[in-house]
Nanobody, 129 residues
């Protein structure tokens, strides 16, 4: 059974930093697309950053480029999201998501919510002005 567990959310003032972690268990393949989506109250869930763990290729939402960095950990199927220069508009529930290609082959990293079948429970990030 696949499970994604997030941690690292919290409250911070504008300009501050947070680091989110996501650990996936029950995944057969070591090469996966994993990353983060977020959902603010009254808004749709949007893609933030995705990484393909096979070659570290990444994709970011325009709104976070230059401020957020996604990376994979030394442990299999663990990813991090380093968030710097946080803004009040970054306030949202952040969800970890994972997917993989059939047979564990190449997985193109993209910010399409419909691509992802596995989700974590979410971790809240609140940025105050």
């Amino acid at each position: 059974q696949v499970q994604l567990v997030e941690s690292g959310g919290g409250s911070v003032q504008a300009g501050g930093s947070l680091r989110l972690s996501c650990a996936a268990s029950g995944v057969t393949y070591s090469r996966t697309c994993m990353g983060w989506f977020r959902q603010a109250p009254g808004k749709e869930r949007e893609g933030v950053a995705i990484i393909y763990t096979g070659d570290d290729s990444t994709v970011y939402a325009d709104s976070v480029k230059g401020r957020f960095t996604i990376s994979q950990g030394n442990s299999k199927n663990t990813v991090y999201l380093q968030m710097n220069s946080l803004k009040p508009e970054d306030t949202a529930m952040y969800y970890c998501a994972a997917r993989w290609a059939a047979g564990g082959g190449y997985c193109y990293p993209r910010l399409s919510r419909s691509d992802f079948g596995y989700w974590g429970q979410g971790t809240q990030v609140t940025v105050s002005a």
